[in-house]
């Protein structure tokens, strides 16, 4: 069982910047495909970025409606993933999940009902 902790939410206005994290205790994160999923009032789930396990090349993977303004990344030392976000905007508020899968394959990297393992969010609130 992996359990995921994310960290990092918050308010901010418009143009402004988080850093969220997606931590595991017990597990190596790189072994671990790791999604970022955002959640609106009133919408469904949708992907915002992803990378892939170490052993499948790290590769990472944005959304368009976050690509140039969201990076995702790894710290395999500190056992954690990254959300940058900078130039944030206020439909970017919404709650921010991440997932991991040990055997996520290319085609489901964007697919949240393929993800095995959900941490329990941190709330994005962006204001203008």
């Known amino acids: 069982q992996v359990q995921l902790v994310e960290s990092g939410?918050?308010?901010?206005?418009?143009g402004g910047s988080l850093r969220l994290s997606?931590?595991?205790?017990g597990s190596t994160i790189s072994n671990y495909a790791v999604g970022w999923f955002r959640q609106a009032p009133g919408k469904e789930r949708e992907f915002v970025a992803a990378?892939?396990?170490r052993s499948s090349g790290s590769r990472a993977y944005h959304a368009d409606s976050v690509k140039g303004r969201f990076t995702i990344s790894r710290d395999n030392a500190k056992?954690?993933?990254y959300l940058q976000m900078n130039s944030l905007k206020p439909e970017d508020t919404a709650v921010y999940y991440c997932a991991a899968d040990s055997r996520?394959?290319?085609?489901?990297?964007a697919k949240s009902e393929d993800y095995d393992y959900w941490g329990?969010?941190?709330q994005v609130t962006v204001s203008s």
């Open 79 to 81: 056992n954690t993933v």
């Open 104 to 109: 996520l394959i290319l085609s489901s990297i």
């Open 22 to 25: 997606c931590s595991t205790s």
């Open 9 to 14: 939410g918050g308010s901010v206005q418009v």
């Open 51 to 53: 990378i892939r396990s």
């Open 120 to 122: 329990q969010g941190t």
